[in-house]
């Protein structure tokens, strides 16, 4: 069974720092792209990074997290990460890893929540 | 403000056929494929339809998508009560580099 596994949210005062994890499971996890999106509570949803199945050679971001966060893969541990940094109220939400371009699965999210 | 444009809210009685627009751009859907996503409540969303049209194994065939020029649509027909979710659009938009989404459709069945 193809499986994304969030880990890594949170409680973080603003300004500080998080490192999210996605563990993949059920495929080859090297040959895809993964991405990671964000939902704010009751909001829609937010592209936030890209990275192509070799890590070195394609990352996008969006303007929002351009500059804070980073997004790294380990394909011989199966794991997507997204270092985030300077983290702001804003940034408080589900944040969910998702597979290829088409997005297919996501995982189950981790809560990211950002507050003094 | 969303980069692709959906209506809030869309409803429909069971059984019958309701349709949720897409409107975007030359950058994003006049030039890339379209994929919809369906998220149940308090669930993650799941894909729906990728490549405008084509239906990943497991959807129903009530469930379709099509294209034109800027503007994409996502149709369902025979509403069932289970089809009560948010749904959104989705496109690559070659002039920011990344992945955009519509501000999502909520769909209320009567």
């Known amino acids: 069974e193809v499986q994304l596994v969030e880990s890594g949210g949170g409680l973080v005062r603003p300004g500080g720092s998080l490192r999210l994890s996605c563990a993949a499971s059920?495929?080859?996890?090297?040959?895809?792209?993964m991405s990671w999106v964000r939902q704010a509570p009751g909001k829609g949803l937010e592209w936030l990074s890209y990275i192509s199945s070799s890590s070195s050679s394609t990352i996008y971001y969006a303007d929002s997290v351009k500059g804070r966060f980073t997004i790294s893969r380990d394909n011989a541990k199966n794991s997507l990460y997204l270092q985030m940094n300077s983290l702001r109220d804003e940034d408080t939400a589900v944040y969910y890893c998702?597979?290829?371009?088409?997005?297919?699965?996501w995982g189950q999210g981790t809560l990211v929540t950002v507050s003094s | 403000q969303s980069v692709l444009t959906q209506p809030p809210s869309a409803s429909g009685t069971p059984g019958q056929r309701v349709t949720i627009s897409c409107s975007g751009s030359?950058?994003?859907?006049?030039?890339?494929?379209v994929n919809w996503y369906q998220q149940l409540p308090g669930t993650a969303p799941k894909l729906l339809i990728y490549?405008?049209?084509q239906r990943p194994s497991g959807v129903p065939d009530r469930f379709s998508g099509s294209k034109s020029g800027t503007s994409a649509s996502l149709a369902i027909s025979g509403l069932q009560s289970e089809d009560e979710a948010d749904y959104y659009c989705a496109a690559w938009d070659d002039s920011l580099n990344g992945r955009v989404f519509g501000g999502g459709t909520k769909l209320t069945v009567l």
């Open positions: 030359s950058s994003n859907i006049g030039s890339n494929t």
């Open positions: 998702a597979r290829g371009s088409s997005f297919d699965p």
């Open positions: 059920g495929f080859t996890f090297s040959s895809y792209s």
């Open positions: 490549d405008d049209n």
